[in-house]
């Protein structure tokens, strides 16, 4: 091989390229990422919304001889254990032999809910032949993108009596589907005309759910009576049933590769299912590591993270102190020692919209998982902003385990921003950086991500826990 020139030399070790993780990859290297990626389609299709993925993910940490653990029992160094928050997140906890005074707590935290619509609480109405439930859009959606195309129902009902009925329908072949009309293009004339957020209102996402008239010509609203009957029959509900459930509209397709070369996946809840199932592999894979290991499936980041079940809630810092006490250790302690990966998705570059992005700092498709320092907008606002001595820490970490990363901002400068659950687990005296996967077309119903980025953010997360 001919030798490299002194300027060549020079250019290897002092500039900074990224690195494409197919590139150069061998063939196993390939494969193992592909098979990861059917582990991550399973638990996804099972997973659209976040009582599914606790549901989904309990059972993977179940077979891998997790129990479950409600606040009080006792906690021994060894144990794995999972806590499962009402049903719509979960934490996962391993009690390794280290000190965790000196040594802290590893926290890698996700969230499990994505951007849906969900059903009101009186929602069920007839108008012109049709039967359609009121909806209200929850999380940041582009309106636009949840017309004309299947929509599938999940969620639960509790009924008069307390009895809790799961709703899944529309996903399986042979299920019906639901569906938000769309504007036929020819009568679009003014609808061209406004812009894109106000061109479908939030209270036109009404969902079709019927089209039958009850045979009575005694009744007025044939066709919602007919519906009624239906959900009558098949979930024993009533309207009123409506006020105490959970309901929401998803869609009703599953994940699939795109490409010929089948590099990337498409899937709705990509945000932040893709984080999450690196965060709990990574855990069973090191379910024996002496560190003290915390892996927090969070609901709600989507709204803000309010609420009992979102990051916000004390769960975290209840399980840190249940640790610290069942080990006599002091929890103000051991958080300050402590260490957290807040695994969520950033935005992958994307050349079709490439005004917005600066391209330098922007996290590249399959160049691994992205490292972000800070997130927020307009001047770094509401950020976590991780110090360099943390940054410097994970860098370490990961090029010192041969982990392809990348480090990025969401977009260019006052181009929008967006957050993450950083800032609530910062809030504790607990060191926080973000990384995860770059998805493009974030929060639509069809997100993409690259097989390579989930893989190279599971070894990423391994590490951290390992
Ligand atoms: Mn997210
Ligand atoms: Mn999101």
Sequence with gaps: MAEKSIGNEMLDKLSYKKQNVYENASPET??????????????LDNAKTEREAVRTAVKLAEDAGFRSYTLGDKISVGDNLY?????????????????????????????????R???????????????????????????????????ALHGVIVK?????????????????VFYVN?????????????????????????VLIGGMPYADDEVSEKVKLNTLSLLFEKYGMCEEDFMSAELTMVPAFNARDIGFDRALIGAYGHDDKVCSYPALTALLENKNTKKTVIVVF????????????????????????????ALGKNERVVRAHSKCLSADVTAAYDPNFADVYE??????????AAIAKYTGARGKSSTNDASAELLGYVR??????????QVSEMGKVDAGGGGTVAKYISLHNIDTIDIGVPVISMHAPFEVVSKADIYSTFEALSVFVK
């Design 359 to 368: 391209k330098r700092n922007s996290s590249i498709i399959s160049c691994g």
């Design 182 to 206: 769309d504007l036929l293009p020819h009568l679009s004339q003014k609808q061209y005309g406004e812009t894109l957020g106000n061109a479908i209102p939030g209270e036109t996402l009404n």
């Design 30 to 43: 390939v494969k193992k990422i592909f098979d990861y990626a059917d582990g991550y389609v399973r638990l």
């Design 298 to 325: 969070a609901d709600k980041e989507e709204t803000g993270s309010d609420g009992v079940t979102g990051m916000q809630s004390d769960i975290l810092t209840d399980i840190i102190a249940e640790i610290s006490a």
């Design 160 to 176: 008069a009596d307390g009895e809790t009925v799961d709703v899944k329908i529309g996903d399986e072949p042979g299920d019906p």
């Design 83 to 115: 806590c499962n928050n009402r049903g719509k997140s979960v934490v996962f906890i391993h009690v390794g032999d280290d000190d965790i005074e000196s040594e802290g707590v590893r926290i890698i935290a996700s969230h499990i809910d994505s951007p």
């Design 117 to 151: 619509l969900d059903i009101k609480p009186i929602p069920l109405y007839e108008d012109s032949n049709m039967c359609f439930l009121k909806t209200h859009y929850y999380g940041g959606i582009k309106k636009y993108q949840w017309t004309a195309t299947p929509l």
């Design 396 to 405: 370490k970490l990961f090029r010192d385990n041969g982990v392809i990363f």
